[in-house]
């Protein structure tokens, strides 16, 4: 009884010190002031969480004793093993740092264990029905994961196929190819019966909602293969949290209904088997008609087809000698095929005579044909290498060898599922390794990993029946057989609670970029004329679309978009003949000779005609730059706006004679103090549309920009100012023959308050480094270049009136010479808000590890790992900070026209990217035109950059068809980075971190005659 109290005080105790770490680490107010620093209050709150789970133990087996009439003796030890699973809360209680979503994970996932093994004691004592448990656990293993993706859930339109996903099941349209009619229709039920959000949001909550039900359903799997709940459990929560699958839990796609099917297949495929008589030939039934339903969402529904005609052909060779059974079944799975006759129907309805040829072209996605190689898997090591990578980032190596030992393991103890399981496991992840989506593929790997989970699960099934028998081996007593039986299934259940922590933030997709907002912005523009239409890209495009035709915001817009430059031109010109309004929200290049060009908010009209007087409500300024650029006035931003808001502005410009240069405008913020908070980088006006060679005398231009309040610019007052210069150069064009090259336009307020969600550090801290003032979190660089810019952010919580503080830094020991704005002064900052200051130094020349430390706290705040050659060692290209070009590799100098172009990129991250940049390659000739480029994502679309681990050396091979009438002579080939959804491209920089272009030109190509 003792050891029992002691166990059970122990487990209490780590509890205890978790939460005295978490409450006051999760809630940023009064709570978190109270408990920094001051160990009595913490050592209350340990004590009393300790004596709650001591006076719990004690009452629950006073219960017990009633209720089954054994004695305390009996039952208090044995239920003291109960709450081992809360030692696990160590982990977090001990380590160093704060990480919020490690921490509640663990805690909620020994919550858990604590509570199942309370259960099972609870049914061996004949308290609970086992048909209760079982409900209990399928529902609870929807319910977790189902509310951690509605924590993740994105709130607006999606992307790609997702918001097409949206606007078809809210309208009843037709989807691209194949249709999905099952998914379209879904859908509108979902969002006729769901009254939560907007018809967006419903459409993203029925995804959540299929992912989640996939959970028991791989649960269910499981338990019948294993036919135990530990492992089955585990494998289902292992597949829910692997990062792939629960970022389609949290989106408008199509892969999480998939995966359901995939999960339902396989488990009415093993009910078939298990069950005799009547029953058996209603799972047939139930799988052939549920199969054919699967059919009407995705024909990667086809790649399980040989796996399960394997299976059932083992479970009953003489099935191919019953004609009626077999004509049975394949009646039932044509069925449901009848649902894809949806779309001849809503094709009629919208006036489009579909023919025969097109609604095969349709449902078969044929056009999709050419981007599949199935040789792939034997012919591509790079692709192979591919699809390790995903594993590894889906299951971690410790998962990885569970996998492999579960499938071995089942080859001894389930043959015939071991081999279902790998025939399909194959021909999905065959599929995978020969399917060139336009984007990162990984989910078409998504039902493989389901495969890979469960063969997860057995893994730990083979472990624990190992170590039973070792148990048995050196007879230990049951209740030390039962404490190593509850310590290693703690331990197993530390892979899904361990990617719950890891995952949650890197799939969050509650926060992540949505234009939404912009689209609204543009269609309420009272300037914007009826009928307009918008050229877009494929990111502006489907917010605009969708708010025109489902919540119809301005159903008059249309918004397209289209295959490629040609037929954009094209259009803008067939637009411009009939006198129809349009206008740009993509680039297009080569428009400022031809047209005359303005902003309306950010989109850019395209007009025959030029404007020749500016808006009578807009600021008049007589400003001249350089006696030409007359800068006529300028629509008055808001006068305030929150942090991480966004100012707009557009200044209205004027040439009285033709300029022979093309200069960049660029607006910038400037405190009291004189300190520069955000410059632009400067771009041609008009959204880069229109530079200046091509305005025309006497014509007025509007030029829209966006000022973002970046999380660093503290409240206060700021002024604004314009400048007029050339590309790269740091002085601009004199204004009014003064002195000075800037021109101010007007004073602004940067309000306390935040846009949306205040920003959160890489890493949490909780450091009281004054009175009311906290640090609660870091974000710097892991690995830098020697005497590289190392740009440092430090996040601090404010409770009240402060004095003012000056934090000192220091880099191994060393005071760093840093300014301090004097908008920094912290006597000046508001209470009870979250405030970010920016820091920035140089790293040492030397290699090594250095401690970046605040003076007033012991522990450092990073440690930074300097390594690699210096900028002025090395002949890399830096792009903006983001990624070095380490060198390249070209095979063939020497092409004809219509050959293909090789060059292998080595690329080395050099910070965490947020963005996933296009890489561009354009071959330009002689002639100074492009004839041949390719932009795309690095390693053919499967390694985005918001995936590079810093300091990893990429080898990114590209293959750019040169165009067959492309002209001899000699080539260079441009490089760049850009970001697709606003097209600004990463500046060069050079050794002093200036920029001095946006491309790295490489000569030494050379195109013969044919």
């Not at 349209?173 to 969002?191: D, E, K, N, S, V």
């Not at 339903?293 to 995705?298: D, Q």
């Not at 067939?574 to 989109?603: E, F, K």
């Not at 480029?933 to 499967?942: F, I, N």
Request: hydrophobic share 45%.
């Amino acid at each position: 009884m003792l050891l029992a109290a002691v166990l059970v005080a122990l487990d209490g105790l780590s509890l205890g010190m978790t939460l005295a770490r978490l409450v006051p680490q999760t809630f940023l107010n009064q709570l978190a002031l109270v408990f920094a620093g001051n160990l009595p209050k913490k050592l209350y709150l340990i004590a009393a969480v300790t004596a709650l789970i001591i006076a719990g133990w004690v009452a629950y087996g006073c219960w017990l004793t009633r209720r089954t009439g054994k004695s305390k003796r009996q039952i208090l030890p044995l239920d003291a093993l109960a709450h081992a699973p809360l030692m696990l809360t160590l982990l977090y209680a001990l380590a160093p740092g704060v990480d919020l979503a490690r921490g509640w994970a663990l805690t909620g996932g020994a919550l858990a264990l604590f509570i199942a093994l309370r259960t099972h004691q609870a049914i061996e004592l004949g308290l609970l029905p086992r048909a209760w448990a079982e409900r209990a656990l399928h529902l609870a293993l929807f319910a977790i994961p189902f509310a951690l993706y509605l924590r993740t859930l994105t709130p607006g339109v999606g992307t790609k196929d997702g918001f097409e996903l949206q606007v078809v099941s809210a309208t009843l349209g037709i989807a691209h190819p194949t249709g999905y009619p099952l998914f379209t229709l879904l859908g509108r039920l979902f969002i006729a019966l769901v009254p939560i959000g907007s018809p967006a949001y419903r459409i993203n909550l029925m995804c959540a909602a299929f992912a989640a039900l996939s959970v028991p359903l791989i649960y269910a799997i499981g338990r019948r293969v294993l036919k135990h709940r530990a492992p089955a459990a585990l494998a289902a929560l292992v597949f829910a949290f692997t990062p792939a699958f629960w970022v389609q839990a949290s989106i408008p796609e199509k892969y999480s209904l998939n995966i359901f099917f995939v999960a339902l297949m396989i488990y009415l495929a093993l009910r078939w088997t298990e069950e005799s008589g009547e029953q058996s030939k209603k799972y047939f039934h139930y799988l052939a008609f549920a199969y054919g339903l699967s059919l009407t969402h995705h024909r990667t529904m086809l790649l399980l087809a040989p796996a399960l005609a394997f299976y059932i052909l083992l479970a009953e060779p003489k099935l191919l000698r019953r004609p009626k059974r077999l004509l049975i079944a394949l009646a039932l799975i044509a069925a449901p095929l009848l649902l894809y006759l949806y779309i001849p129907w809503r094709a009629y309805a919208q006036g489009w005579q579909m023919t025969w040829a097109e609604f095969l072209a349709q449902i078969s996605g044929s056009e999709y044909a050419p981007a599949l190689r199935l040789d792939e898997w034997l012919t591509s090591p790079e692709r192979r290498a591919t699809y390790l990578r995903f594993l590894q980032t889906q299951f971690a190596v410790t998962g990885i060898g569970l996998g492999i030992t579960g499938w071995l393991w089942l080859l001894h103890r389930r043959r015939r599922f071991a081999a279902f399981s790998f025939i399909a496991w194959a021909a999905y992840v065959i599929f995978g390794l020969g399917y060139h989506a336009y984007y990162n593929d990984v989910n078409y790997f998504l039902p493989s990993h389901l495969i890979f989970a469960l063969w997860i699960g057995a893994g730990l099934d083979a472990l624990a029946h190992g170590l039973a028998a070792l148990a048995r081996k050196l007879k230990s007593s049951p209740r030390l057989s039962l404490l190593g039986n509850i310590g290693f299934w703690s331990l197993a259940a530390l892979l899904p609670i361990t990617f719950i922590g890891t995952h949650l933030p890197q799939v969050d997709m509650s926060q992540a970029h949505n234009d939404t907002p912009w689209a609204r912005y543009v269609l309420s523009l009272d300037d914007l004329p009826l009928n307009a239409t918008i050229l877009a890209d494929s990111v502006k495009m489907p917010p605009l679309h969708y708010l025109t035709t489902v919540e119809k915001v301005r159903p008059d817009v249309k918004a397209i978009v289209l295959p490629d430059e040609t037929a954009y031109i094209k259009s803008l010109e067939a637009h411009l003949v009939q006198g129809l309004p349009v206008y740009l929200a993509r680039y297009l290049p080569n428009l400022g000779g031809a047209y005359h060009l303005r902003s309306l908010g950010p989109l850019v009209e395209v007009s025959l005609n030029p404007l020749t007087q500016m808006p009578a409500d807009a600021r008049p300024l007589q400003a001249a730059f350089d006696h030409s650029i007359h800068l006529l006035g300028y629509d008055a931003p808001t006068p305030s706006a929150p942090r991480q808001g966004t100012l707009r502005v557009t200044l209205y410009w004027q040439p009285s004679e033709p300029i022979a240069e093309s200069y960049h405008v660029r607006l910038r913020l400037v405190g009291s103090g004189g300190h520069i908070w955000w410059e632009e980088k400067g771009r041609l006006p008009v959204s880069d549309h229109y530079p200046t060679n091509a305005w025309r005398p006497g014509e007025v231009i509007p030029d829209y920009h966006e000022i973002p309040i970046e999380a660093t610019i503290p409240p206060g007052k700021y002024r604004l100012e314009a400048g007029v210069f050339r590309a790269f150069a740091e002085t601009g064009l004199p204004v009014n023959d003064g002195p000075g090259d800037r021109v101010a336009l007007d004073t602004v307020t940067v309000v306390p308050n935040w846009e949306g969600k205040p920003p959160q550090p890489a890493v949490a801290r909780q450091d009281l480094v004054a009175p009311n003032l906290m640090l609660i979190g870091v974000d710097a660089p892991d690995k830098v270049r020697p005497e590289s810019q190392i740009r440092l952010q430090l996040y601090w919580q404010t409770f009240g009136s402060l004095a003012d503080y000056r934090p000192t830094l220091t880099l191994r020991g060393e005071r760093q010479p840093e300014p301090w704005p004097d908008q920094y002064n912290t006597s000046t900052w508001p209470g009870d808000q979250i405030m970010v200051t920016q820091h920035t130094f140089q790293a040492p020349l030397e290699p090594g590890l250095y401690d970046l430390a605040l003076e007033a706290l012991s522990s450092p705040l990073a440690r930074l790992r300097v390594e690699g050659a210096a900028a002025a060692q090395k002949a890399a290209v830096n792009f903006g900070d983001q990624m070095l070009l380490l060198d390249y590799d070209i095979p063939r100098k020497e092409l004809r026209p219509g050959d293909l172009f090789e060059m292998t990129l080595n690329w080395q991250g050099l910070a965490d990217m947020d963005e996933d940049y296009t890489i561009f390659v354009h071959l330009l000739g002689p002639d100074g035109l492009s004839h041949g480029q390719v932009d795309l994502w690095p390693h053919d679309g499967t390694y985005p950059t918001g995936e590079w681990p810093v300091g990893e050396v990429i080898a990114d091979t590209y293959r750019v068809p040169l165009d067959a009438d492309a002209p001899p002579g000699a080539y260079r080939v441009e490089v760049g980075v850009y970001l697709l959804r606003t097209m600004s491209r990463l500046a060069v920089l050079n050794a002093g971190g200036r920029p001095v272009d946006d491309k790295w030109l490489i000569e030494g190509l050379t195109i013969k005659n044919k």
